[in-house]
């Protein structure tokens, strides 16, 4: 996706350099950085709208920079580069929040291939919600509850916040059990057979007292999975 701008961090400079050369002729924006501590900073610090992070890095681990980066900027895609062995890395990087990885030694078009697929599945991930409006009361994330008008209250669990979260961030899109196993439980989906999600959002639909034989709030998308469709979400 042209005039996107992404954020490089890799030690290697022939790699690093190769990377910047292949996303300039994309047309993308580019920003470098070559080892762990400027990377951070920039991480936090700079407009980006992608991060290729490297794991094995000076100053700082690439995993820990992208567990800081979840912290401060939670919507901000993160595809990490790893070396063939690595696969424990990948395994924890995606269960830190990264979107996707690529695996050295990668051809050009694969890489791009890939920063285009996570940019655009981007507007997934739009700003944080605060707030998601119910019918007669308002799920408040960041204090983890529900509260109704008529003084009713439920404690929401840290899974479910994060579950209504991402269901917000994504209201009126259908989202499949394998995209939020990925996305909210930071595990790989593939071949995963799980009753997880169900049992979660059965009890989500309690505390939002959304009626299971009949849900208005978090609605059931015959073969494809769970949409938000309630009132409008607050920022």
């Known amino acids: 996706m042209p005039g996107k701008k992404v954020l490089v961090i890799e030690d290697d400079r022939a790699i690093r350099q190769g990377i910047v050369d292949a996303l ?3 047309g993308y924006g580019t920003i470098q950085a070559d080892n762990g501590r400027d990377g951070l900073d920039r991480a936090i610090g700079v407009d980006c709208d992608l991060i290729l992070l490297d794991l094995i890095l000076p ?3 690439g995993l820990e920079i992208l567990k800081e980066v979840r912290g401060v900027r939670p919507t901000l895609p ?3 580069l790893t070396a063939r062995g690595e696969e424990n890395d990948r395994v924890r990087g995606l269960q830190l929040g990264a979107d996707d990885y690529v695996v050295k030694p990668f051809s050009v078009k694969e890489l791009l291939a890939r920063v285009e697929a996570v940019l655009r599945r981007s ?3 739009p700003s ?3 707030e998601v409006g119910l019918p007669g009361g308002v799920a408040d994330l960041r ?3 529900a509260r109704f008008d008529d003084g009713g209250r439920y404690d929401l669990s840290e899974r479910e916040v994060e579950l209504l979260r991402y269901l917000a961030m994504n209201a009126g899109r259908a989202i499949s059990r394998d995209e939020i196993l990925t996305r909210v439980w ?3 989906a593939k071949g995963i057979q799980t009753r997880t999600i169900d049992m979660h959002v ?3 639909r309690e505390k939002l007292r959304d009626d299971p034989s009949n849900p208005t709030i978090i609605r059931t998308v015959r073969g494809k999975g769970y949409m938000l469709s309630g009132p409008e979400r607050g920022q």
Do not use: Y
Request: glycine residues 4%; contains cysteine; proline residues 4%.
């Open 59 to 61: 100053g700082r681990d």
């Open 186 to 188: 930071r595990i790989e």
């Open 128 to 130: 944080d919600v605060a």
């Open 24 to 26: 300039t002729f994309a």
């Open 202 to 204: 059965a009890r989500l």
């Open 143 to 145: 204090r983890c509850e």
């Open 78 to 80: 993160v595809i990490i």
């Open 123 to 125: 507007p997934e991930r």
